[in-house]
């Protein structure tokens, strides 16, 4: 597993006009192959009326599955543009759509790459970036009696809270970097006098919104 790489958000759409053309590009996660066609599908029969429903996606740890499909528009002037987008954005696991309605102004081959490269860039900043890092989840069990130290301590430290648990003893989750566990481990021993019970659990992606 990737330590730490850039993927989207979610779902999200943006619309742009050029030249009287309408732009809308569609986004969201796919981390197969057959959820980027399902996507695509799905926008290309609420869309069955417009001039080119134009796609790409890149998916796999290692950018192992690159598509792109100008459905219509001349060779290279949607599809490619728009897959360009997503790797200098060095996004992974992401699907986009950008369906067109033409406007009767031709934009040329130079105006069309720019065009689709443009409604993707918006597309992207309307369902946001994120870097997912991957981190060791630690649990730590107190008496209710520091449950207030505790996590007042945490909330304005570098760890993150994933969840809290209220039982018979409170157990709360959290994010460490798989470096600092030790460092983590000594620091909650000392908060709490050495009344804290803390193990590790499975390790899992930690979501960060960015902009890139």
């Not at 730490?4 to 979610?10: A, E, I, Q, R, S």
């Not at 599955?65 to 954005?89: C, R, Y």
């Not at 620091?187 to 006098?193: E, F, G, I, V």
Request: charge should be negative; proline fraction near 1%; charged fraction near 30%.
């Amino acid at each position: 597993m990737l330590q730490t790489y850039y993927t989207v958000k979610g779902y999200g759409e943006k619309e742009i006009v050029i030249e009287k053309s309408r732009f809308i590009c569609y986004v969201n996660r796919a981390t197969t192959e057959e959820e980027a066609a399902q996507f695509i599908q799905t926008i290309k029969k609420k869309h069955w009326d417009a001039t080119h429903n134009c796609s790409a996606y890149i998916i796999g740890e290692h950018d192992q599955i690159q598509k792109a499909n100008d459905d219509g528009e001349p060779s290279g002037t949607a599809g490619v543009p728009m897959l360009e987008v997503l790797k200098k954005k060095e996004l992974k696991d992401t699907v986009v759509v950008v369906t067109r309605y033409f406007g009767g102004i031709k934009l040329g081959a130079g105006g069309l790459v720019r065009a689709y490269g443009k409604a993707v860039s918006e597309g992207l900043k309307a369902a946001g970036i994120v870097e997912r890092r991957l981190m060791r989840v630690m649990r730590v069990t107190i008496d209710y009696t520091w449950l207030g130290k505790v996590e007042n301590e945490l909330r304005s430290s570098i760890y993150a809270i994933k969840e809290i648990h209220y039982l018979d003893y409170v157990e709360i989750e959290v994010f460490v970097e798989e470096t600092g566990k030790q460092v983590f481990v000594d620091w909650m021993t000392d908060l709490t006098n050495g009344r804290a019970e803390i193990a590790e659990e499975e390790t899992e992606y930690l979501n960060k919104e960015v902009e890139i």
